[in-house]
């Protein structure tokens, strides 16, 4: 039978190597966050206006050499559920033999960048069939990795207001998905509002919408035309030579992956679980 000292002596042991284990775990947990992956999207769901460019942004850490990596970096594109690349860059050049259709004559990189680790993409004149999943994958002498980024496309426009006698109206153009309208006063009290939507062969909708109550001199209105992608916020002011306005756009999150880690013990596991928020 153990004494009570030999039973003390391997508890200790125990309970050392438990401790140095989990000080381990604390460490390289935390290493692995402090460094940043060797590529990454700074805008990793961007939205794409329908018949404009728009870039996706990839880049990837480089050297502190000062070398210039043009020549012997290699950078894919990709994008899911399509045959082929939508761009490749190797050898310091473009290599498109396998370039899929879809992409032919409207996708590029930045060779000039490539020394401060840009590995973006432009796309030429988007359209709803570009929306997807893509892959930005390098391989450079700093190191490899790949990152994606979600494209999403919509169609938006500004609205142009007139004046006629006291009805203010608002006209856009093109929006797509088929947006909602709101109006509110400078106190942002709610405003009734007529409201007009037609839609093209493509799909793309013009909005027509009037202040049902007469606009009043050097008030302020604010519309806001929106979809699940898009938002604009314009505001218009009254004068009595007519309407000044602005608009600005904001472009609404896609759902991420939001990581939980749960830590149990006796014997110790890390899980990990994700929710769509």
């Given at each position: 039978m153990a004494s009570i000292g030999q039973v003390i002596f391997w508890g200790m042991i125990v309970l050392?190597?438990?401790?140095?284990?989990l000080i381990i775990l604390i460490l390289s947990i935390a290493f692995t966050?402090?460094?940043s992956p060797f590529v990454e999207s700074r805008d990793a769901s961007p939205v794409g206006n329908i018949g404009a460019d728009v870039q996706l942004d990839c880049s990837f850490r480089v050297s502190g050499t000062g070398s210039k990596p043009a020549g012997s970096v290699s950078i894919t594109w990709e994008k899911a559920g399509l045959s082929g690349v939508v761009f490749r860059y190797q050898n310091g050049a473009a290599q498109l033999q396998n370039q899929n259709p879809q992409f032919h004559d409207r996708a590029q990189i930045f060779?000039?960048?490539?020394a401060a680790g840009n590995a973006s993409l432009l796309l030429w004149s988007v359209g709803p069939r570009d929306a997807g999943e893509y892959r930005c994958s390098v391989s450079a002498p700093s190191g490899q990795g790949s990152t994606s980024v979600h494209l999403r496309v919509a169609a938006y426009s500004p609205p142009s207001f007139t004046l006629s006698g006291r009805n203010l109206t608002a006209e856009a153009e093109r929006w797509f998905p088929e947006p909602s309208v709101a109006w509110t006063d400078q106190q942002g009290h709610a405003l009734n509002a007529s409201e007009l939507l037609s839609n093209n062969s493509a799909g793309i909708f013009r909005v027509v919408t009037t202040l049902l109550d007469?606009?009043?001199s050097d008030d302020t209105y604010t519309c806001l035309i929106r979809n699940?992608?898009?938002?604009?916020v314009s505001l218009a002011t009254v004068t009595e030579s007519g309407v000044t306005s602005r608009t600005r756009f904001t472009f609404n999150?896609?759902?991420?992956l939001r990581?939980?880690?749960?830590?149990?013990?006796a014997p110790l596991h890390l899980w990990t679980c994700y929710l769509l928020t």
């Open positions: 050392i190597f438990i401790v140095g284990g966050r402090s460094q060779p000039g960048g490539l007469p606009a009043q699940h992608l898009v938002t604009s999150p896609a759902p991420t990581p939980l880690h749960l830590a149990f013990t």
